[in-house]
């Protein structure tokens, strides 16, 4: 019987990738953190409803990538595509909206059944933020420039922001109309997918990658020729405010983003190093997906991270370092062996890193593998050190050695620190 093997679409995330995903999450936290944004953890699958009703039958996402199935109970579920239909539905269900404005955030797996390439995957993973409540275009900033301080604390340099207004739902059907009226006399040249979207989601085709398509898309007119004269105003002052905190963007009046919820603002921050799929952080304005799922009228903008694509790119930016223990303890012999374990339980409770042999080997073999771990120093028990309670210490760079009580030397654990940070710096 052959070896079960990872379905396509998903991967393992490996010991040397964690790091990066490690680091991302921990940056992450400490920005929102400061910016006084609470974490929110909906669960990972919901009524298929959910997700038809707010991000719109007609997308792709919705009829074509869904991973929807009939539980025990004859209840059409779906695992969750995206995040803010989710978080938006327990905004809802838990009255939050009784709090005022709400700054949210979250982190986890989404799933769409998408043809697998380089940063998509058919599971991914996306770190998101929602701020609900607020029509303010302060809002829409606020969300950008959180994103953008991530994105470079994470050392990202070669990022670019694209920005545009996709209007109020009036505005958006008139631009359909234009758009449509447009492309109408260019069907038959338009790429299949296209063609199909052309009376049910004609918005769409301005994301086609065909180039056919996209030549022809060139001349079509944009949505910022439909804007009235608050949702025009909306938008200068997004850009106003992203010019005073010094944020470089520019205008993409064919940006649109893949669900039908957003209003007004949308937006994309790219990466150049990540050829075709440039996209690592994109979202917009909401305004009406709250009321939209059964909630009182109140708007909303937000944006998602994804985190594979975001991985991509630090791991061309930096390697991961390979993580090596403070100590190694080698051991052998029964009594040895049990005082070994217990000392390496009590460092570790004093924040050391320690790795404990648990071979058995000879000390020859041992002392191979405490050479490879990179470890700092050695602690070394045998028949001898057991009896008398004792370890060898052994600084694996100069080889200095000596004998110390067991018990001195958990009592010295802040000397032993220090010593470690001299040699290798802080951990």
């Known amino acids: 019987m052959g070896a079960i093997q990872l379905i396509r679409g998903t991967r393992d995330i490996l010991p040397e990738e964690a790091y990066y995903w490690q680091q991302v999450e921990a940056v992450a936290r400490q920005i929102l953190n400061r910016a006084v944004y609470q974490e929110i953890r909906p669960p990972i699958f919901e009524q298929t409803a959910l997700f038809e009703r707010g991000i719109g039958e007609a997308t792709d996402v919705v009829s074509k990538e869904m991973y929807t199935f009939r539980d025990l109970g004859d209840r059409s579920i779906t695992l969750r595509p995206e995040g803010t239909a989710g978080v938006v539905r327990a905004f809802i269900e838990h009255n939050l909206h009784t709090q005022g404005v709400k700054r949210l955030w979250y982190g986890g797996s989404m799933f769409r059944y998408e043809r697998p390439q380089a940063g998509r995957q ?34 990202l340099k070669s990022l670019r922001l694209d920005l545009n ?17 447009y492309l109408t006399p260019y069907a038959q040249e338009l790429d299949q997918d296209s063609q199909e979207r052309l009376h049910r989601n004609p918005i769409r085709i301005l994301d086609s990658k065909d180039k056919r398509t996209q030549e022809i898309t060139q001349n079509a007119p944009t949505i910022l020729d439909h804007l009235g004269s608050e949702s025009q105003a909306h938008f200068e002052k997004v850009q106003q405010r992203l010019t005073d905190l010094g944020i470089d963007y520019q205008i993409n009046p064919y ?53 594979e694509r975001l991985i991509l790119l630090l791991q061309k930016l930096q390697a991961a370092p390979t993580p090596s223990p403070d100590f190694y303890v080698v051991s052998r012999g029964d009594r040895a062996e049990a005082q070994a374990l217990l000392l390496a339980q009590k460092l570790r409770q004093s924040e050391m890193k320690v790795e404990l042999d648990l071979s058995g080997s000879a000390f020859t073999k ?45 009592s010295m654990t802040e000397e032993l620190r220090d010593q470690i940070d001299l040699l290798v710096g802080p951990s």
């Open 366 to 410: 041992q002392f191979k593998r405490a050479d490879r771990s990179g470890a700092v120093a050695c602690l070394v028990l045998g028949d001898a050190e057991a009896e008398n309670h004792t370890v060898q210490l052994k600084w694996m760079a100069s080889q200095q050695q000596r004998t110390i009580p067991q018990a001195e030397l958990l």
């Open 122 to 155: 058919r599971q991914f993973h996306q770190i998101g933020v929602e701020l609900i409540g607020s029509a303010d275009p302060r809002a829409d900033v606020e969300v950008i420039a959180i994103a953008t301080d991530i994105l470079q604390t994470l050392g």
């Open 165 to 181: 207004s996709v209007g109020n739902p009036e505005e958006r059907q008139r631009y359909r109309e234009a758009l449509v009226s």
């Open 255 to 307: 940006l649109v983003r893949g669900l039908d919820y957003y209003t007004h603002t949308a937006f994309e921050i790219q990466s150049d190093d990540l050829g075709a799929q440039a996209t690592v952080c994109g979202g917009g304005r909401y305004d009406g997906l709250v009321a939209q799922l059964g909630g009182p009228d109140t708007p909303a903008v937000g944006w998602a991270i994804g985190m």
